[in-house]
Nanobody, 124 residues
Framework: QVQLVESGGGLVQAGGSLRLSCVASGSAFTVNAMAWYRQAPGNERELVASTTPAGNTNYADSVKGRFTISIDNAQRTAYLEMNSLKPDDTALYYC??????????????????WGQGTQVTVSS
C-alpha cells in the first residue's frame, strides 16, 4: 500500500503564495496521474489541477495562471505552487494519486490514493 501526506498549508494574506507538497511512501509504484482537490466549508470537493508523467496538465478555470502542479519522481513528491492567492482559495487541499502499486504475492494493482489534507486559509 501507499500513503500520501500533504504539507505546506497555512495562513497567508491575499496576494501571497504557498507551495503544497504531497509525499508518497510505502510500496513501490508508478504514477498514472496526480491531482490536487480542495473542499471549502459548505461546498463539494472540486478538482483544482491534474497532471501526468508525460506532462499533460489541466487546471480549474478559477486557478489558471495562478497555480502550477508538478511531480518530482525521484523524491516521490507532488507539488502545488499557488500564487496571487485569494480569499476564495481558502479550503482543505487534498492530493490524489492514480497509481500502479506493486503488492507482494499479487503483482501490480491499480489503486486510487488520497492524502489527509492540508488547510489553506487566505485572509482579505
Amino acid at each position: 500500500q501507499v500513503q500520501l501526506v500533504e504539507s505546506g498549508g497555512g495562513l497567508v494574506q491575499a496576494g501571497g503564495s504557498l507551495r503544497l507538497s504531497c509525499v508518497a511512501s510505502g510500496s513501490a509504484f508508478t504514477v498514472n496521474a496526480m491531482a490536487w482537490y480542495r473542499q471549502a466549508p459548505g461546498n463539494e470537493r472540486e478538482l483544482v489541477a491534474s497532471t501526468t508523467p508525460a506532462g499533460n496538465t489541466n487546471y480549474a478555470d478559477s486557478v489558471k495562471g495562478r497555480f502550477t502542479i508538478s511531480i518530482d519522481n525521484a523524491q516521490r513528491t507532488a507539488y502545488l505552487e499557488m500564487n496571487s492567492l485569494k480569499p476564495d482559495d481558502t479550503a482543505l487541499y487534498y492530493c490524489n494519486a492514480d497509481l500502479n502499486v506493486l503488492s507482494s504475492g499479487y503483482g501490480w494493482r491499480r489503486s486510487t490514493n488520497w492524502g489527509q489534507g492540508t488547510q489553506v486559509t487566505v485572509s482579505s
